[in-house]
């Protein structure tokens, strides 16, 4: 028997999350609904110019060829924000 075949439903979940690189998490144009507490799971819309007319709402996981990387300051400056 496997040793995965004990464990709890949630757990065997957990394991199937993996981290991808250049997702919408770390990319400008993501706007998450709660800046402060942001992760992978965290959803809000992308705010990219030539999607934004659709008014997607992904996850801080998921990932496009429209890419481009949020510099640590700018996600300060969102976090100070969004403690006012």
């Known amino acids: 028997m ?3 075949a004990d ?6 979940s957990l394991k199937r999350l993996t981290w ?11 706007s998450p609904n709660d ?10 819309v992308c705010i990219h110019p030539k999607l934004k007319a659709f008014e997607l709402m ?10 481009t990387e949020t510099r640590q300051k700018t996600i300060d400056l ?5 403690m006012k």
Not at 20 to 30: A, G, P, R
């Open 58 to 67: 992904v996850s801080g996981r998921d990932w496009c060829n429209l890419f």
């Open 7 to 12: 464990e709890p439903e949630p757990q065997k």
């Open 35 to 44: 800046p402060l507490n942001a992760d992978i799971l965290e959803r809000g």
């Open 2 to 4: 496997s040793a995965g």
């Open 20 to 30: 991808q690189y250049e997702n919408c998490l770390s990319c400008v144009w993501f």
């Open 78 to 82: 969102l976090q100070e924000k969004a």
